[in-house]
């Protein structure tokens, strides 16, 4: 039996079909790891581009980001304290989700996007101490709508960049690699 299937395996037909296996496998890994960081439909198409060409500062609606580890998502009571002033948000069909959420009182379920899994340890507040701006890892706002990752939030990128700020300084590199820095 052992016999056979070995040599069915060394046969042409036997590892085209390993090679097609293999890269249904791999392909798969691929289109797992995308999965967890594409951009899903949110509940309101929020125009971050807008808002920033309108001269809304970050902060004012991610409080957190420098005070801690959570950045945080404006409530739709600011929203409204803007919103109920404009005329834009009688008209607008983007708005009536907002709207509905101020007549029902009931949040809105923001999708996260930005993420990294529980067992890591991210704070914004030492990155914010360290003068890096919201660009550095979020992208440019300006020029997009509802958030999307520039890159994926993975390991070898938060390492890059310690590596990078590291420099010179070894005391700091060893602190900025090690792995109870990053993780529990
Ligand atoms: C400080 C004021 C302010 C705040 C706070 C604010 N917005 Fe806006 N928003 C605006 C302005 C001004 C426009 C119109 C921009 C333009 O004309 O390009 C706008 C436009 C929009 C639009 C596009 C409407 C359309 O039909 O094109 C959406 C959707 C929207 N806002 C959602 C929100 C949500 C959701 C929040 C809270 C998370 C929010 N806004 C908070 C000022 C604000
Ligand atoms: C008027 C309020 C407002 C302003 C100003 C604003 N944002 Fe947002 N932001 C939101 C809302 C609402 C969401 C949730 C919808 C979405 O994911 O697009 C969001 C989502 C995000 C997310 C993803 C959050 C998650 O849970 O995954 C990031 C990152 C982000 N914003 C960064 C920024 C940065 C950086 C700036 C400044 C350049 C900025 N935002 C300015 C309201 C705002
Ligand atoms: C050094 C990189 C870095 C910088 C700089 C940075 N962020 Fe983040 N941000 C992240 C990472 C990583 C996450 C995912 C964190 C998590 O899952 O706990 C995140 C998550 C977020 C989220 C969604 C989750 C939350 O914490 O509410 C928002 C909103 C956000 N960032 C806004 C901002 C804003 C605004 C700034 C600038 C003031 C900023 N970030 C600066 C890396 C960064
Ligand atoms: C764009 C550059 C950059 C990226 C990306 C980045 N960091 Fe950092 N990180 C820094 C800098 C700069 C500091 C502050 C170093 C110092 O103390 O001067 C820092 C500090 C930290 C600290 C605090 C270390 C301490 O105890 O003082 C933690 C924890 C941390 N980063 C985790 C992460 C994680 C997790 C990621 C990825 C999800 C990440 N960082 C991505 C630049 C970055
Ligand atoms: C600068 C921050 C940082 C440091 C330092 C760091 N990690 Fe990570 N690690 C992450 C992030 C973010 C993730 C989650 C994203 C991913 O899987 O790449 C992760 C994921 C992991 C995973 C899960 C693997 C996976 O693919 O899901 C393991 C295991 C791990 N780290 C081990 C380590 C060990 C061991 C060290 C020390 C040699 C270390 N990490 C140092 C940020 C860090």
């Given at each position: ?8 395996l060394i046969?042409?037909?036997?590892w ?17 790891i995308?999965?967890?960081q594409i951009?899903?439909?949110?509940p309101i198409e ?13 902060l004012?609606?991610h ?9 945080g998502?404006p ?12 005329g834009?948000?009688?008209t607008?069909?983007?708005l ?13 379920q923001?999708i ?9 340890k991210f ?6 101490a ?13 020029k997009?709508?509802?958030y ?18 590291a420099?010179?300084?070894y ?14």
């Amino acid at each position: 039996m052992v016999k056979k299937i070995f040599s069915w395996l060394i046969s042409p037909l036997g590892w085209i079909s390993l090679l097609i296996l293999a890269l249904i496998v791999f392909s798969g890994i691929i289109w797992g790891i995308n999965l967890t960081q594409i951009t899903p439909e949110q509940p309101i198409e929020f125009p971050h581009d807008r808002h920033i060409s309108f001269g809304i500062q970050c902060l004012y609606c991610h409080q957190g980001a420098s005070r801690g580890p959570v950045a945080g998502l404006p409530t739709q009571t600011k929203c409204w304290g803007c919103h109920q002033q404009l005329g834009i948000t009688k008209t607008s069909v983007l708005l009536k989700p907002l709207v509905q959420a101020i007549e029902k009182n009931e949040p809105i379920q923001w999708i996260p996007v930005a993420t990294v899994p529980d067992f890591v340890k991210f704070n914004h507040r030492p990155h914010i101490a360290a003068s890096l701006n919201c660009e550095a890892c979020h992208g440019d706002l300006s020029k997009l709508t509802i958030y999307e990752n520039p890159q994926i939030l993975n390991m070898g990128w938060c390492l890059d960049c310690h590596v990078e700020k590291a420099g010179d300084d070894y005391e700091k590199l060893v602190k900025l690699t090690d792995c109870g820095t990053c993780h529990y």
